[in-house]
């Protein structure tokens, strides 16, 4: 009779299983040079008086809000005792080996803004209803260009030419809703068509990306470059050849009206702000929401994350690569040159020569900033637009913040979103890199 000896593995337990907890210490790093900023301020740089918040649009308001009045060195001294409580607790959350909530982040940062607005407004008043509703509008191309990035990368193409998608955008639009205006007599024909053409351009612009870089294996961020500095001087070369000596005829746009949604417009606050837009901000509504479904919801949005994260596996089970990510790229163009009918036909100004002033760039700091996510991206998009309106507003109540530093106020807030509050993010497996199939 012989006995057998078996040896089992025993596998780990859980618990006695080694774990490694990366620790990063960017946001309590971050935390503490805000708290600091507004410590400085309120040591160095006090401010006397009250600042007013005005929270009513207008006076034909159907629901008034009552003004709000903050004397500012309290209001910011108890802002900055909250800040360094917010502080110490990141700086203990990040010994323990704990990541700090999202929502407290969202905490500090509506506490750091008060602070500083009212330490801004002090004796002035801050028109709110304002503010936000400029915010929202300088953030409506951002959003589709986000929404562009997003596709783009998600289906395996960086997507670097937003910035000449929306300049193509704004050129066409404006071209030809002023020529097809003054032929029809008609300034929503007009509107109509330019806006089909702002689409149609920015698609060839995608259309162009995607050529290269799917089919002759080009590096999509020196393509994606490249159609930024022809999209510049063409539209450039143009303007100065063309639009500037039939300005009546071609290069003045009709505008979008505004157009109130009736119960909707009259919600305090945020009536004005959301309900009281142009067409191109509704569509921009929608726009998010369906490519957000679109993506996560959709046998479309599965395909195309399958050819952004694994084209190989993708192409196992019959899906065509290389024409998915060529069609999505070129959809995405047509987003993004929508998105450039707000410089002109969606704010009723004439095209000039490099009007869209990086906001391209910008955008795809918000696909970065928003994890690849439309509404994430679109939030981050917000951020910008708001940092943009702020140094807007503050130059018309008299603040004593430098201009210099109000201007680049956008640019920094961007900077500082996307290196240092961003944290570890990853983007699509697969974007950047041509599908060449074995």
């Known amino acids: 009779m012989s006995t057998v000896t078996e040896h089992h593995k025993v596998a780990p337990q859980p618990d006695a299983l080694a774990k490694t907890v ?18 400085a301020l309120a040591v160095f740089a006090p401010r006397e008086g009250d600042t007013t918040y005005r929270l009513v649009a207008s006076d ?23 800040l360094a409580a917010i502080t110490a607790y990141a700086v203990w959350a990040t010994t323990a080996k704990r990541r700090v909530p999202l929502w407290v982040t969202v905490i500090f940062a509506v506490l750091f803004l008060f602070g500083f607005l009212t330490w801004a407004g002090a004796g002035a008043t801050l028109p709110m209803i304002g503010l936000l509703f400029g915010s929202l509008s300088l953030a409506v191309p951002l959003i589709f260009g986000s929404l562009a990035g997003v596709m783009g990368e998600r289906v395996g193409v960086v997507n670097i030419a937003i910035e000449g998608q929306l300049l193509a955008g704004a ?36 259309m162009v990306l995607a050529t290269f870089s799917i089919k002759y294996f080009v590096d999509q961020v020196i393509v994606g ?70 993506l996560f919801h959709t046998r ?58 990086g906001a391209g ?12 996510d439309p509404i994430r991206a679109t939030l981050a998009a917000l951020l910008f637009g708001f940092a943009s309106n702020l140094q807007n507003t503050l130059s018309v109540i008299g603040s004593p913040v430098p201009s210099e530093f109000m201007l680049m106020l956008p640019y920094v807030v961007t900077i500082v979103a996307v290196a240092g509050l961003v944290g570890k993010v990853r983007g699509p497996a697969a974007a950047g890199k041509p599908y060449i199939k074995s």
């Open 22 to 39: 990366v620790v990063s210490w960017k946001v309590a790093i971050a935390y503490g040079v805000f708290t600091l900023v507004a410590l």
């Open 60 to 82: 034909d308001d159907a629901i008034k809000l009552a003004n709000i009045s903050v004397p500012a060195m309290p209001a910011l001294w108890t802002v900055v005792v909250l």
């Open 171 to 206: 050129f066409s639009s404006a071209v030809v809703a002023s020529a097809v205006a003054s032929a029809t007599g008609s300034p929503w024909v007009g509107l109509l068509s330019g806006s089909i053409g702002a689409m149609i351009a920015g698609m060839l612009v995608g």
């Open 225 to 294: 470059v490249v159609l930024n500095v022809l999209v510049t001087g063409l539209t450039s070369f143009f303007f100065s050849q063309v639009l500037s000596d039939n300005a009546a005829v071609l290069n003045s746009p009709p505008r979008f009206p505004r157009l109130p949604i009736p119960l909707l417009s009259d919600i305090p606050i945020i009536g004005p702000v959301f309900f009281r837009q142009t067409l191109v901000v509704y569509i921009m509504y929608i726009a998010v929401a369906a490519v957000y479904i679109g």
């Open 300 to 357: 479309w949005g599965l395909r195309l994350r399958a050819v952004g994260e694994h084209p190989q596996a993708a192409d196992t089970v019959g899906i065509n690569v290389n024409r998915t990510r060529f069609w999505n790229v070129a959809l995405a163009g047509a987003i993004a040159g929508f998105g450039g009918t707000f410089f002109t036909i969606g704010s009723g100004i004439a095209f000039n020569k490099e009007m869209t002033a």
């Open 361 to 372: 760039f910008i955008a795809l700091a918000a696909v970065i900033f928003g994890g690849w």
